[in-house]
């Protein structure tokens, strides 16, 4: 299959321009007044989409807050109610492209740094998905196995392009349950009789293994210690056949693409414990994109939508300690205080999002004097083919699942 062109760039592939250096000398209070300024001169043309793991100073700044899908579609629909021209999207690099994708093609999407990447998108390319997928069926050649693709959100759009066009369906953090269930029946076509699934999932291997778990799947962990065959592998993309043999491939599954969160799994199972020692009735609550160990150990696990539902109705008195990213834990611990909810950070690692934090305040006002000055600096456009398979994937997944509710609105 031909790649969708244009959707082969990484982000470490766009050149981010240096800034003119007069950003470099206003200080914190004269950027937000400058950017202020700004919003109000492009008014109703103009959507600042601000996802949760983002800096406050960033933040403050935007017309909607929420995890990157949500984003993306509430700015699908406010858009053209509103009538905005631009979407300046302070996210990651995928999230800008899946915004660009559910948007209308007269709505423009900016990112404003373009090496606000993401290393876990980074981490399954194109290509190594297209010769994964010869790999995997050559091996298959003369068995009844249906491979059925599922990518995570946090992907490129070339790899959601690459799922949907192989019959797959990305799925988020909140739903890969309902997507695992539809995917292992056979996806849109239900299984013949004789016939099985197998599902490729991209690119977080803690996701894939966590909702396999929870569907009654053996990890390999699991195989080890009750001396039995694991029901999933890890695919790594850069060793011939993903480094697994032939029997290996045809037993399994479910195939888990070598990828990971550089965020989540700094957390360990040393952690928890150390959070029971410091408070003995602490809840603990991670993300799923967490290694197997800590999900285990873990009181709780879900999206970041669930751990803010969770802490916005926690009991006065409670108290919390929360594995996943720093920013969004320090909000959340201090709306909850308020509340007299005591939240904490699972641990003292520095568990911050490094290339979202890239997005500051010099970025945001630069795209936004450029704007009010008549001009579009870095956008993100994903070629009309790409993003018509990439929403192939979207839309099978958004027919699993009612809307989710709304993401929280600023102003
Ligand atoms: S927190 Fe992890 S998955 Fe999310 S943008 Fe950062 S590196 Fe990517």
Known sequence: MAAPAGVLVSPSM????ELPNRYGTLTSDQLGEAISSRRKELGSRLLILGHHYQRDDVIRHADLIGDSLKLSRMAAAEAPRRGARFIVFCGVHFMAETADILTPDDVQVILPDFSAGCSMADMAAYDDALTAWEQIAETHRSSNVRVIPITYVNSTAAVKAFVGEHGGACCTSSNAREVFDWALAGGNERLRVGERA???FMPDQHLGRNTAR?????????AERSKSLADMAVWDPRKPNGGLSAETISN???LLWAGHCSVHKL??????AQARHHHAETTVIVHPECTQEVV????EVGSTEFIIE???KAPEGSHWSIGTETHLVERLCRSSLDRGVFARMLSDCQCMCTTMVRINQQHLLWVLDNLAEGRVVNRIQVNAEASRLARLALDRMLSLRPPAPAAAMVD
């Open 252 to 254: 399994v599954t479910v």
């Open 267 to 272: 957390f360990r199972p040393e952690h928890v």
């Open 198 to 200: 197998q599902l490729l």
């Open 214 to 222: 929870a569907r009654g799947l053996r990890s390999e962990l699991d």
């Open 296 to 299: 285990e150990l873990a009181d």
């Open 14 to 17: 766009l050149w981010q321009a």
């Open 310 to 312: 969770r802490l916005h």
